[in-house]
């Protein structure tokens, strides 16, 4: 019985739920972006991933709501609405505290 306790653990521990592809309709320009007249260091900066990018332009930019910009990214309006208040956050912290922005892939 503990052989099988055991396989179930480890089987559990590595099974996890594979990474979501997301559709990204750009490739930004720019990547970086920093408060001018301040040198800022690797702690001094907040990294957005394209994903979180790409929420942010298709609901502020584009003007679509949750459920439109949830379907043109391939994901549903949950993992939408999570990518979007994360990169909210991370402006917001930025822009907040004179940190730079970094797109990361």
């Keep these: 019985m503990s052989l099988l306790n055991n396989f179930t653990i480890n ?5 996890t739920r594979p990474r979501c592809h997301y559709r990204i309709g750009y490739c930004p320009r720019f990547r970086d972006f920093r ?3 301040k040198a800022c260091g690797p702690l001094d900066c907040v ?8 929420a ?3 609901k502020n930019l ?3 709501d949750q459920t ?8 549903s309006q949950s993992t939408f609405q999570r990518v979007l208040s994360g990169a909210y956050k991370k402006v917001t912290e930025a822009l907040i505290h004179g940190k730079a922005i970094k797109i990361v892939k």
């Design 62 to 64: 584009k003007g679509l």
């Design 11 to 15: 089987f559990q521990f590595f099974m």
């Design 35 to 37: 408060p001018e007249g």
């Design 56 to 58: 942010l332009r298709l």
């Design 68 to 75: 439109q910009a949830a379907k043109a990214m391939g994901v």
């Design 47 to 54: 990294e957005l991933s394209e994903e979180e990018a790409e």
